[in-house]
Every structure is written in C-alpha cells, then in structure tokens.
Nanobody, 124 residues
C-alpha cells in the first residue's frame, strides 16, 4: 500500500509558476508509474501528466504541453509537477496518483492509489 501526500498548491496570479510535490511512503515508489490529475467541482477528474517508473518516459494532456513538466526522484520517493505560465483555467485540486501499470496512464481508472489533493488557484 502506497501513501501519497501532495504539497505546494496555493493562490497565484496568471503567468506565475508553482511546483507541486508528492511524497510517497509505505511502498516501493519506483515500482509505480505516477501521474498528476486535476478536478474542478462538478467535473470529472482529468489527466494532466504521467511519468514512467524510471522517469524515462512522460506524457501530457494537450492543454498543458509546453507549460508543465512532470518529474520524479526515486531516491527521494517524490513526484513533482512544475507548472509555468499558469492560467485561470488551471484552477483545480491537483491529485497525484500511483499506477501498477505502465499503460493507459491518461485514464483515471488506471491508478491504484491517490493522494488527498492540493488546491491550486490562479487569479486573472
């Protein structure tokens, strides 16, 4: 069982940057592909980015390509999401999640463990 705890969210202005972190414990972090997904009230949780077990392969939703970067440090059991050029429409609760699979990571049903989420609010 993997426990995931996100941090780094907050209130920023459009154009600013934030870096989210997700600390993992209780399992073998490097055995899981990892992802970031986000959710706004009344809408389904949507895929943002994913990274393979060893960090060598990443994927992104179209709306964040070129602005967000996902990375991981397996020695520190930590996942990151660097978010640049933030827009008001990026406002959401951001969740990190772990998957025992290495495919279908753009689907929320592929994830086995979830963090509690961290709020990101971008003002215009």
């Amino acid at each position: 069982q993997v426990q995931l705890v996100e941090s780094g969210g907050g209130l920023v202005q459009a154009g600013d940057s934030l870096r989210l972190s997700c600390a993992a414990s209780g399992g073998s972090f490097s055995s899981y592909a990892m992802g970031w997904l986000r959710q706004v009230p009344g809408k389904p949780r949507e895929f943002v980015a994913a990274v393979s077990r060893n960090g060598g392969r990443t994927s992104y939703a179209g709306f964040v390509k070129g602005r967000f970067t996902i990375s991981r440090d397996n020695s520190e059991n930590t996942l990151y999401l660097q978010m640049n050029s933030l827009k008001p429409e990026d406002t959401a609760v951001y969740y990190c999640a772990a998957s025992a699979r290495d495919y279908g990571l753009d689907l929320r049903g592929s994830y086995d463990y979830w963090g509690q989420g961290t709020q990101v609010t971008v003002s215009s």
